[in-house]
């Protein structure tokens, strides 16, 4: 009898910590990666300008998307001389020259770039817009996009227009009307979404400067594993990192279910 005791309280030892280890595995897989980039130059790909009125900022601007060129990164899917796209987050600072390093993680409730803070809403909202924007070589709608981020993270109001409340832009000219209603009809897709939204297609990132004195917080997106070209179709995917993790848990859950079944068919 104390035979058996000892050999069962081992297998349920040994069972508790594989269990352990798998759980500890799958949250950590689930969790947002975190790291460093460096940008060696960066570009406008085409916007309009537009003057910022509330929540402080330069006055006038331009609302673009911008490219940016990877020089340094510890994460595997920004290689070194590959190109990665992004908006600005917030409108008090302005870009400045290169090289310029920023702190990456994955965009999450709580998360912070330059004074810009996420609430669980604009994290639904931010992945809800990209969604809606999907990536383009459209320059009005690059623009749309932008002024839409800046709506969101920038508008008191629970109603959401570019052009009109506490935050809104002002400009003239063709382009500048197609991209404020451009960007309108994105936020008012918005309209009823749950906190709990989140995109299938890309992962989304928050960049903040190392050095937040000299440059401004940017926001960007991952897909089919990459982080360098927008105009790939997106796909619903996991980081390479991410499956591994995710791999080795659930195998750890079933050899030890297995296991414990032949230990129990033994007994018998």
């Given at each position: 009898m104390q035979l058996f005791l000892n050999k069962k309280m081992g297998s349920n030892i040994r069972k508790a910590a594989v269990l352990t280890a798998a759980v500890a595995s799958l949250s950590f897989a689930s969790a947002g990666w975190a790291g460093q980039v460096t940008f060696n130059?960066?570009?406008?790909?085409?916007?309009?300008?537009?003057?910022?009125?509330?929540?402080?900022?330069?006055?006038?601007?331009?609302?673009?998307?911008?490219?940016?060129?990877?020089?340094?990164?510890?994460?595997?899917?920004?290689?070194?001389?590959?190109?990665?796209?992004a908006f600005c987050v917030d409108v008090n600072h302005t870009l400045v020259n290169p090289p310029m390093t920023y702190n990456v993680s994955s965009l999450a409730a709580g998360s912070t770039s330059f004074g810009v803070n996420f609430s669980a809403l604009q994290v639904a909202q931010v992945n809800k817009l990209l969604d809606l924007f999907q990536a383009s070589s459209s320059t009005q709608k690059n623009a749309a996009m932008q002024m839409a981020l800046w709506e969101i993270l920038n508008?008191?109001?629970?109603?959401?227009?570019?052009?009109?409340?506490?935050?809104?832009?002002?400009?003239?000219?063709?382009?500048?009307?197609?991209?404020?209603?451009?960007?309108?009809?994105?936020?008012?897709?918005?309209?009823?979404?749950?906190?709990?939204?989140?995109?299938?297609?890309?992962?989304?990132?928050?960049?903040?400067?190392?050095?937040?004195?000299?440059?401004q917080g940017l926001i960007g997106w991952c897909n089919q594993g990459q982080c360098n070209d927008p105009s790939v179709p997106p796909q619903e995917v996991s980081e390479p990192g991410t499956l591994l993790l995710l791999s080795v848990g659930l195998g750890m859950i079933f050899f030890s279910t297995r296991r414990s079944g032949a230990q129990f068919a033994s007994l018998a």
């Open positions: 130059t960066f570009n406008s790909v085409g916007g309009v300008n537009a003057t910022i009125h509330g929540a402080g900022g330069n006055p006038n601007t331009i609302a673009s998307e911008f490219k940016f060129g990877v020089s340094a990164s510890d994460y595997s899917n920004w290689t070194v001389g590959s190109d990665f796209y508008e008191s109001k629970s109603t959401k227009s570019v052009s009109s409340g506490n935050f809104y832009l002002t400009g003239s000219g063709t382009a500048f009307n197609t991209a404020v209603s451009t960007a309108n009809g994105f936020l008012n897709g918005l309209n009823g979404l749950s906190n709990a939204y989140r995109s299938t297609s890309y992962d989304i990132v928050v960049l903040s400067p190392f050095n937040p004195k000299t440059n």
